[in-house]
Each structure stands twice: as structure tokens, then as C-alpha cells.
């Protein structure tokens, strides 16, 4: 079974602290996303990386980068969280050499809330 | 542009069948997902479809045509348990093209299944 890991299930954060999220997969997938989830807006994408270092903008980027040091690890961060980033996080990985390669598997989620 | 609508909200009753509506409106396709959410969780992968068709899955089946945009997820004998949000996905040109991976989401419908 995929298993992908997100470093905190519910995490508060002061207005303009640097917040790190971490994921982690253990299945050797090559893709991992990340995205936010909020009421009425569904899934936005903010980030995704197709490979150890690489890295490719989503759909709302802005406050926010990413890291992708080893293949099983793909971290987001905040860097000076903001009330308006206050939201479900979700981190996803995808396995590009398979059949159904699209297939994206979740992580639990954090619910990061920003005061 | 790329578009996918899903109805917002359904309700239904327990030991009923229920189907859910996918329309899309994509350059192109490469195949399309389904996904369940229970409140709170992490969204887990139901089903794919890249053929005309029919894919049954025990009490879940999906419908894909492409000629008409359209998918369907058929919920049978319904629990409480089934009680989520359902979530369809597209894989499409540019978005799966050289090194993206990327799937175009719907907003999800929310369904609740009563006693």
C-alpha cells in the first residue's frame, strides 16, 4: 500500500512565522504535490515536483515555496504565514512510470490555522 | 478553458442507489478519476476511466463517454458510511504534457446518505 505522511495532523501558527510542512512517501514516486484545500474552492494546487530538486509553480504559489532535497520528502513553506493562509493542506504523491501514472495517493492532511 | 461540474450537494437513503454527474470541458483527456473524502480526512482514490464504459468496483461502479464529457459514479445499497464528499478529477493536455502531472479537479459533491 501507498503510504504518504504529512509531519503534523493540526498545527497553530502567529502571523508572520515561517511554517514548515513536511511529507513523506514510501513508495518511490517520482511526483508530489501539494496542494490546499477550502470550503466552496475545492482543490488548488500550489506546488508540485516531478523530481529530486525540481519544482514547478501550481495554481496559487504565491507565499509559498518548496523543497525537494531527497525523493521521499517534499516540504512546503511558509514564509511569513498569513490569517488568509489558514486552510487544510493536503501533500500527494503520483508514480510517473506506471500505468495510470496520474493516480494520486494523499496524505492525511494538516489543518494549519494562523492567528 | 478547462472546466469540470459536479453538482454541489445530493441526498439519498440508506440501502438506495445513487449516481453522481461528472461534465468536463477539456482540450484534451487522458482518462478521469474519482475520488471520496469523508469530513476532515484525506481523499482516497475510488476509480479511473480512460474507455467508453462501465468499470464496476463492488458496490461503486463509474461511466465514462467521451464523446459527451461525461462521467457518472453509481453508488449501490448505501450506507452511512458512505456519507462524503466525491471528488472527479481530469487528466488533460497541457496539463499532463513533458513533465506535468497535473489533474484538473471538480469541486466535489457532497452526499449524505440518511437513515
Known amino acids: 500500500d501507498v503510504k504518504v505522511t504529512q509531519s503534523s495532523r493540526y498545527l497553530v501558527k502567529r502571523t508572520g512565522e515561517k511554517v514548515f510542512l513536511e511529507c513523506v512517501q514510501d513508495?518511490?514516486?517520482?511526483?508530489m504535490f501539494w496542494y490546499r484545500q477550502d470550503p466552496g474552492l475545492g482543490l488548488r494546487l500550489i506546488y508540485f515536483?516531478?523530481?529530486?530538486?525540481?519544482?514547478e509553480k501550481g495554481d496559487i504559489p504565491e507565499g509559498y515555496s518548496v523543497s525537494r532535497e531527497k525523493k521521499e520528502r517534499f516540504s512546503l513553506i511558509l514564509e511569513s504565514a498569513s490569517t488568509n493562509q489558514t486552510s487544510m493542506y493536503l501533500c500527494?504523491?503520483?508514480?510517473?512510470?506506471?500505468?495510470?501514472?496520474?493516480?494520486?495517493?494523499f496524505g492525511p492532511g494538516t489543518r494549519l490555522l494562523v492567528l | 478553458g478547462q472546466n469540470i461540474d459536479q453538482p454541489t450537494e445530493m441526498t439519498a437513503t440508506e440501502g438506495a442507489i445513487v449516481q453522481i454527474n461528472c461534465t468536463y470541458q477539456?482540450?484534451?483527456?487522458?482518462?478521469l478519476f474519482w475520488y471520496q473524502q469523508h469530513a476532515g480526512e484525506a481523499p482516497t482514490f475510488l476509480s479511473y476511466?480512460?474507455l467508453d464504459g462501465l468499470e464496476e468496483k463492488g458496490r461503486f461502479s463509474s461511466f465514462l463517454s467521451r464523446s459527451k464529457g461525461y462521467s457518472y459514479l453509481l453508488l449501490k445499497e448505501l450506507q452511512m458510511k458512505d456519507s462524503a464528499s466525491y471528488l472527479c478529477?481530469?487528466?488533460?493536455?497541457?496539463?499532463?504534457?513533458?513533465?506535468?502531472?497535473?489533474?484538473?479537479w471538480g469541486l466535489g459533491t457532497s452526499l449524505a446518505v440518511n437513515p
Open positions: 478529477a481530469v487528466s488533460a493536455w497541457p496539463y499532463n504534457a513533458g513533465n506535468n502531472r497535473k489533474l484538473i
Open positions: 513508495m518511490d514516486h517520482e511526483n
Open positions: 477539456t482540450s484534451g483527456f487522458n482518462g
Open positions: 476511466n480512460v
Open positions: 515536483s516531478y523530481d529530486v530538486k525540481m519544482k
Open positions: 500527494a504523491s503520483s508514480d510517473r512510470d506506471r500505468e495510470r501514472w496520474e493516480t494520486q495517493y
